[in-house]
């Protein structure tokens, strides 16, 4: 079975997204064990809770990023509100899931830290969904590029230009608007397998 270039590609960013997400959940239960000065036998348990959590719910936001955000565009209000709500719902699930599985269900109200986990979760979502945003409009590499600094010192670059013909593309700029059309071409060529 071969696989395409933009199935690697997006195979390599979930490897990237659920290991990411495995080290800030270590990190946050560390954290977490250390403010509370969790008992050595504890300890390893809430690090493998926490290494869990954070490649499980990874995998949860990346099927919903999938499923439901990349489907279309959405208002800005909706995501700052509705999105991290619901990814936020998925994480609670996700984690009180996990937890109840290393832990059990009866320690989850005293134990689990319910409060610090979700202030964590809106404020990751959030960050997060807006890091997105900002990366759909300006381009992966663009956004990339400003948080490394590699317009600190700009250089000459040799680039060429691509002419495209949609069909209809005139009128569906004309109907949509510039900002729109931009996003529809950003998702066409994010949605479009490139040829191998």
Do not use: W
């Amino acid at each position: 079975m071969d696989i395409t270039n933009f199935t690697a590609t997006k195979v390599k960013e979930l490897i990237a997204v659920a290991v990411t997400s495995m080290v800030l959940g270590l990190v946050f239960t560390f954290v977490m064990c250390i403010s509370n000065e969790a008992d050595l036998d504890e300890y390893f348990s809430y690090m493998l809770l926490g290494g869990l959590s954070g490649f499980f719910i990874s995998l949860g936001i990346v099927l919903f990023d999938t499923l439901y955000i990349k489907a279309g565009p959405h208002a800005l209000i909706k995501s700052f509100t509705l999105i991290p709500a619901l990814q936020t719902l998925i994480i609670v699930g996700m984690y009180s899931g996990i937890y109840s599985m290393v832990f059990g269900i009866e320690t989850f109200k005293d134990h689990a830290y319910p409060i610090p986990t979700l202030i964590f979760s809106l404020v990751m979502t959030s960050g997060l969904n807006f890091l997105s945003d900002l990366e759909r409009l300006l381009g992966k590499n663009v956004l990339r590029g400003l948080f490394f600094g590699k317009y600190k010192r700009p250089r000459e670059e040799n680039r060429f230009v691509m002419f495209l013909d949609i069909s209809g593309s005139t009128s569906i700029a004309e109907r949509i608007g510039d900002v729109r059309f931009h996003a529809f071409l950003n998702d066409f060529f994010a949605i479009s397998p490139g040829r191998s």
